[in-house]
């Protein structure tokens, strides 16, 4: 693990992604994104019942890899894995200082504990200190970690973050040579909503819900684009989509009622 001082060039980390990827190319895994900084310290809708004011981009959840994982009670070590629910449980109360010092205890005394180093980047991203976060999943692409779909979310999250113009030439270049990539194709979107190119963004949306038809989120985040850009009929299409499938996903982050209210105000204004 990289000392505290230390931390993982950008281009360290493409390269990396750029392995990952050639390696997980079968994986058709989905993914979905997690809230940025920013968002989090908002609600995901800003809108009220009544109202056309339109909506902030929701990235919660097109990678549910973000939420720390509740702790494995199959661990043989009874004392690592009850640090561990410590740990989870101090960063669901926003306990973040507590969980991160409880986390680096855990990898300390079990400098392979992958849960422990995933969880820490978790919490280091939720709290907006990305040079942390992205050093350790450096560290997870380059181990033999099973879920690194989760950790390619969450840094293709972080460098749409840092720098959307950057991150999108990045991705073009991901999207070229992993084509299939619903992933890739998401977070390209997000990327271009950041800077407001909202026919791209919509473009990039409507090919990851191709792929993808499934994911909620996408439609979600896609009718928020539509909405924004003053597509209010997609947006009112999209918006009824995501209600009538809401519930046959296991997705619960959407703000449903939030949703409900945001068609009623729509369907009064067209």
């Given at each position: 693990?990289?000392?505290?001082?230390?931390?993982v060039s950008t281009?360290?980390?493409v390269?990396q992604?750029?392995?990952?990827l050639?390696?997980?190319?079968?994986?058709?895994?989905r993914?979905?994104?997690?809230?940025s900084?920013q968002?989090?310290?908002s609600?995901?809708i800003?809108?009220?019942s009544?109202?056309?004011d339109?909506?902030t981009?929701?990235?919660s959840?097109?990678?549910?890899?973000?939420?720390i994982?509740?702790?494995?009670?199959?661990?043989?070590n009874?004392?690592i894995?009850e640090?561990e629910?410590?740990?989870y449980n101090?960063a669901?109360?926003?306990q973040?200082e507590?969980?991160?010092q409880?986390?680096?205890q855990?990898?300390k005394?079990?400098?392979d504990?992958?849960?422990?180093k995933f969880?820490?980047?978790?919490?280091?991203?939720?709290?907006g200190?990305?040079r942390q976060?992205?050093?350790?999943?450096h560290?997870?692409l380059?181990s033999?970690?099973e879920?690194?779909?989760?950790?390619?979310?969450?840094?293709?999250?972080?460098?749409?973050?840092e720098s959307?113009?950057?991150?999108i030439?990045?991705?073009?270049?991901?999207s070229?040579?992993?084509?299939?990539?619903?992933?890739i194709l998401a977070?390209?979107?997000?990327?271009?909503e950041?800077?407001?190119?909202y026919?791209?963004?919509?473009?990039y949306?409507?090919?990851?819900i191709?792929?993808d038809?499934?994911?909620?989120s996408y439609?979600?985040?896609?009718a928020i684009i539509?909405?924004?850009s003053?597509?209010f009929e997609?947006?009112?299409e999209?918006?009824s989509?995501?209600?009538?499938?809401y519930f046959?996903?296991?997705?619960n982050?959407?703000?449903?009622?939030?949703?409900?209210?945001?068609?009623?105000?729509?369907?009064?204004?067209?």
């Open positions: 693990m990289l000392a505290q001082d230390e931390y281009n360290d980390i390269k992604i750029e392995k990952s050639i390696f997980d190319k079968e994986s058709k895994q993914i979905d994104v997690y809230k900084r968002d989090s310290k609600p995901d800003s809108i009220e009544g109202k056309s339109v909506l981009i929701n990235e959840d097109i990678n549910s890899g973000m939420e994982v509740i702790v494995d009670e199959k661990k043989e009874f004392d894995k640090k629910r410590l740990a101090s669901m109360i926003g973040y507590v969980a991160i409880i986390f680096k855990i990898i005394d079990q400098p504990n992958t849960y422990a969880s820490l980047a978790t919490v280091y991203q939720k709290i200190q990305y976060a992205k050093n350790l999943y560290e997870l380059k033999n970690y879920n690194k779909e989760e950790v390619l979310g969450n840094l293709f999250t972080i460098l749409v973050d959307p113009r950057d991150s030439y990045l991705l073009s270049r991901l070229i040579q992993n084509p299939e990539s619903p992933i977070h390209s979107a997000l990327a271009f950041k800077i407001k190119n026919d791209k963004a919509i473009s949306f409507l090919k990851a191709n792929l038809d499934s994911n909620i439609k979600f985040n896609l539509y909405d924004k003053g597509k997609k947006a009112l999209m918006y989509e995501v209600v009538k499938n046959n996903t296991n997705n982050s959407i703000p449903i009622e939030t949703v409900k209210k945001r068609i009623e105000t729509i369907r009064n204004k067209l």
